[in-house]
């Protein structure tokens, strides 16, 4: 007979289940053997059939025991199915952790809050789950930080708070309506397109002068609020040693982001200028080797005084024209192209003023 795992207890029970329902010991033996007293292998047996799945064996989404981790429910909640399923929604008021957390311990009237969450503290002592009481349950609050997954929705709270999100940019955002979902790993996904948007919402009538207020009847004063994609939940400045000779310098780790046709135009115009300078150097040396061409006739025994002094007239007009003159231009040009592209009062201005990202 094959070595008997961890799953030695339950199987046996299962292979009572089976004889049970008629299947004879021999052949109830020959399932567990192939199976390797394994119930994920089991599943795969040829004669295994779903109407002999064991009790209490989780087989086939049928019921498991679920471990004894009791939710510790406040007055004013109401939790579905109940305050020991694995998988709850909670109704109640706004609740970061324990009873005494939230606006909903401060008495607001106006925190209501759905809390959809599965696997409570399921990430403490090393994915083991929390320890057992003497009455053999474990009594747990919410955990934003060790629960296994939510969705949390709240008509007044202090999203950035609870779910321990850096400041970023523009700060934590408190007092306000929120919705907080976190697991191991989030997916949205839209079969023909998605759109993340911030401000106010357009064609509404009947809202006043104003638009659009936020939950709490304020104005929006900004009129694009910020986009922050912070990935490692770090927005701090950061510094970098310059060596011996060069001072530290200090750079921020959450910056705007570039903006395509912006950054386009800044690198045509940029390249444009480059061909300014370009031009300029190319007409001087042109000339320069006019100038030099002439005054070589000078170092000899001839006189040739009058073609050195025609050519460095010349000389000097075209290195005027054709090189001082476009390079006066080209130094305009390129204040231009940084007032334009990298000043933040600029209107083509490459760094995005809403939305960041590390």
């Known amino acids: 007979m094959a070595k008997q795992p961890i799953y030695t207890d339950r199987m046996k029970a299962a292979k009572q289940q089976l004889m049970k329902a008629g299947v004879s010991k021999e052949e109830a033996d020959a399932m ?96 083991k789950g929390p320890k057992l009481g003497a009455d053999g349950n474990a009594l747990v609050d919410n955990s934003f930080v060790s629960d296994a997954a939510r969705i949390y929705i709240s008509q007044l709270t202090d999203i950035d708070k609870n779910f321990g999100i850096t400041e970023g940019a523009y700060g934590d955002q408190n007092q306000r309506s929120g919705i907080g979902i976190k697991a191991d790993g989030v997916r949205i996904i839209g079969r023909e397109g998605i759109k993340i948007v911030t401000g106010k919402a357009n064609n509404f009538t009947g809202l006043g002068m104003a638009g659009e207020r936020n939950s709490l009847g304020g104005k929006i004063k900004q009129p694009a609020p910020p986009i922050e994609l912070i990935a490692g939940n770090n927005s701090e400045t950061k510094e970098v040693f310059g060596g011996l000779f060069n001072t530290p310098e200090m750079y921020n780790n959450l910056q705007g982001v570039a903006r395509g046709e912006n950054t386009v135009e800044c690198f045509r115009d940029l390249a444009e200028i480059i061909d300014e300078i370009w031009s300029a150097v190319f007409n001087f040396m042109i000339y320069q080797i006019i100038y030099n061409a002439a005054i070589g006739p000078a170092l000899s025994p001839l006189p040739a005084a009058p073609i050195v002094a025609s050519a460095a007239s010349a000389a000097i007009t075209a290195h005027i024209n054709f090189s001082l003159n476009p390079l006066y231009h080209t130094r305009t040009n390129k204040t231009m192209w940084e007032l334009n592209h990298l000043q933040r009062a600029g209107y083509r201005y490459v760094e995005s003023r809403n939305v960041f990202s590390t």
């Open 32 to 127: 567990m053997d192939r199976a390797g007293w394994d119930p994920k292998k089991l599943l795969k047996d040829p004669f295994f059939k779903p109407k002999l799945i064991p009790q209490d064996s989780g087989l086939y989404h049928t019921f498991v025991s679920a471990p004894p981790i009791v939710f510790k429910q406040a007055d004013n909640e109401v939790i579905h199915p109940s305050k020991t399923a694995q998988a709850q929604i909670v109704f109640g008021t706004d609740r970061g952790d324990s009873t005494r957390s939230g606006w909903g311990a401060k008495g607001s009237q106006r925190c209501a809050s759905i809390d959809l969450v599965v696997g409570r503290m399921s990430s403490v002592r090393n994915g």
